[in-house]
T-cell receptor, first 111, second 116 residues
C-alpha cells in the first residue's frame, strides 16, 4: 500500500465548477497534513495546511479525518488559473518535518 | 526576499560521469532538505540537514549519492558515478523551525537531471 494515495486524474471541469480531491495516508501516527500545488515543470508550493478542525481559505476548503486517515480538498468556483497538479503531503515523523508526497491529482479547468 | 535557488536548472550527463547539484536555501533557514522525483513516481525525501549536520539521511538511495552542507549555508548533492535510474528532478527545500510540524517548507525550482 502506498504511503499517500491519490487519484491521479485528470479531472476536467468547466470554469465555475466545484471539484473535490481525496487522499488517504497509511501511517496513523502522521503529524501534519498539507495540500501543495505544482504547476507544470515548476516547484511545489504550499496551498494550505490541513488541520483537524478543517480549514477554509477563500474558494478552498480542506478537511482531515484522522479516524479514516483521509484528507480532502474542495475547490469552489474553479478558475482557469486553478489548473495544476494538487499534491497531498503528509509529515509522518514526530520531531522533524520530512514530507511524504502523493503522486498528485491533475486538474484541468476549461473555459 | 530571495527564495530557494538551485543550480544548474538542467544537467545532461552520460552514465558513469559525476554531477554536483547546488542548493542555496532562504537566508536564515537552518533546515535544508533534498527531495527527488523520478518520472512517473511521487516526490521522495532524500535527506535533511540542520545547519551543517545531517539530521536524517534515510532516503538516500545508495552510496553513490553524497550530500554536504559545509558552514551550514548552501548544500551540494553529488552523484558519482551517475546511473540511468538517477534521472529525475531534484528539489531542495528549506524551512525555519521543523520542531513545529506545520512549519512550511519552501521549495526551489529543481534541477532536472538526465543521465544518458
Amino acid at each position: 500500500r502506498k504511503e499517500v494515495e491519490q487519484d491521479p486524474g485528470p479531472f476536467n471541469v468547466p470554469e465555475g465548477a466545484t471539484v473535490a480531491f481525496n487522499c488517504t495516508y497509511s501511517n496513523s501516527a502522521s503529524q501534519s497534513f498539507f495540500w501543495y500545488r505544482q504547476d507544470c515543470r515548476k516547484e511545489p508550493k504550499l496551498l494550505m495546511s490541513v488541520y483537524s478542525s478543517g480549514n477554509e481559505d477563500g474558494r478552498f476548503t480542506a478537511q482531515l479525518n484522522r479516524a479514516s486517515q483521509y484528507i480532502s480538498l474542495l475547490i469552489r468556483d474553479s478558475k482557469l488559473s486553478d489548473s495544476a497538479t494538487y499534491l497531498c503531503v503528509v509529515n509522518m515523523n514526530s520531531g522533524y518535518s520530512t514530507l511524504t508526497f502523493g503522486k498528485g491529482t491533475m486538474l484541468l479547468v476549461s473555459p | 526576499e530571495a527564495g530557494v535557488t538551485q543550480f544548474p536548472s538542467h544537467s545532461v550527463i552520460e552514465k558513469g560521469q559525476t554531477v554536483t547539484l547546488r542548493c542555496d536555501p532562504i537566508s536564515g533557514h537552518d533546515n535544508l532538505y533534498w527531495y527527488r522525483r523520478v518520472m512517473g513516481k511521487e516526490i521522495k525525501f532524500l535527506l535533511h540537514f540542520v545547519k551543517e549536520s545531517k539530521q536524517d539521511e534515510s532516503g538516500m538511495p545508495n552510496n553513490r549519492f553524497l550530500a554536504e552542507r559545509t558552514g551550514g549555508t548552501y548544500s551540494t548533492l553529488k552523484v558519482q558515478p551517475a546511473e540511468l535510474e538517477d534521472s529525475g528532478v531534484y528539489f531542495c527545500a528549506s524551512s525555519q523551525d521543523p520542531s513545529n510540524s506545520y512549519n512550511e517548507q519552501f521549495f526551489g525550482p529543481g534541477t532536472r537531471l538526465t543521465v544518458l
